[in-house]
């Protein structure tokens, strides 16, 4: 019984250290929150599926329209073409299953698997592609 006072005065004090070590972060590291995955805005003509908003997709994960395109049409097993600020994938796909593959390739190709911030470039040499994090340095192979 006396333990466990003693152990829930230390958590008590283990707890308001934390609160002032937390305080005196500076602000950009305290309001630090996961990356959220842009959602897709797709719409169909046809036999086609259009990405409204892939232009702004790209802008939000900075990577080269040319990488997501053709991601896309690997993982989904079809041709597709950029016209301008969209992306037309000629199949009929569904925009939740877009968005599962979209976070796919967030999560391998955009967030540090270290500090998990969007904070990277890729890096290409000899065909092998690596994820370079401007936040914390961390690199590791990407595989898309
Ligand atoms: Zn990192």
Redesign the pocket.
Known sequence: MQLRRKQSDFLEDYEKLLERARSALPEKTQTFERFETPPIDSFLQGNKTIIRNFDAIIQKIRREPSLLAKYFSKELAVPVSVESTKLVLNGKFYERNLREKLQAFVDAAVI?K??K?PDTRIVEKDGIKTLI?E??G?RSPVKL
């Open positions: 540090c270290e500090c911030r994090c936040a914390c961390a």
